[in-house]
């Protein structure tokens, strides 16, 4: 039997990371640490974020959110 994970609530953190990545109570450490989990590939040009490529355990959760 294959189990899906209920992705809702974490599908709502990633839409609101921008919020959780600039909260005050967040240290650089715990912003690299959370990159390096959930990332394969990030791609910046001066600040900007261009392109992000997940880690295969975390595509399920991007998807989900791209078609919610």
């Known amino acids: 039997m294959v189990q899906i994970a209920n992705l809702e609530r974490p599908a709502e953190l990633l839409r609101d990371l921008r919020t959780l ?14 990159v390096q989990e959930t990332f394969d590939e990030v791609r910046m040009k001066e ?16 998807a989900y959110c791209l078609m919610r």
């Open 21 to 34: 990545w600039s909260h005050p109570g967040v240290s650089d450490r715990q912003r690299r640490e959370l």
């Open 47 to 62: 600040h900007n974020l261009l392109a992000v490529k997940p880690k295969p355990a975390y595509a399920p959760l991007f």
